[in-house]
Nanobody, 126 residues
Framework: QVQLSESGGGLVQAGGSLRLSCTAS????????MGWFRQAPGKEREFVAV????????YYANSVKGRFVISRDSAKTTVYLQMNSLKPEDTAVYYC???????????????????WGQGTQVTVSS
């Protein structure tokens, strides 16, 4: 059974930084994709960034490109999201996701991911 465990959320002022971590257990197949979605109050779940475990290709939402960096530690089966230059509109619950390798055109679709973490709150104050 796949389990995703997130950490690193919190409260930060606009312009500040936070790093989220997500450690996976139970991923028994190679070639999977891990990453992050977020959901703000009253809004739909939104794609943030993902990384392909094989090869390390990364993909970002336009709203975070240039400010957020996704990376992985293969030995720890952990994915990180370094969030810089945070804005109040980044405030949301951030969810870690994982699944088998997903085609590029579907990477931003929440329905493509079978495994989700419990979520971690990120609050950016103005």
């Amino acid at each position: 059974q796949v389990q995703l465990s997130e950490s690193g959320g919190g409260l930060v002022q606009a312009g500040g930084s936070l790093r989220l971590s997500c450690t996976a257990s139970g991923l028994t197949y190679s070639g999977y994709t891990m990453g992050w979605f977020r959901q703000a109050p009253g809004k739909e779940r939104e794609f943030v960034a993902v990384i392909r475990w094989s090869g390390g290709s990364t993909y970002y939402a336009n709203s975070v490109k240039g400010r957020f960096v996704i990376s992985r530690d293969s030995a720890k089966t952990t994915v990180y999201l370094q969030m810089n230059s945070l804005k109040p509109e980044d405030t949301a619950v951030y969810y870690c996701v994982a699944d088998r390798s997903i085609i590029v055109s579907s990477l931003s679709l929440a329905r493509e991911y079978d495994f989700w973490g419990q979520g971690t709150q990120v609050t950016v104050s103005s």
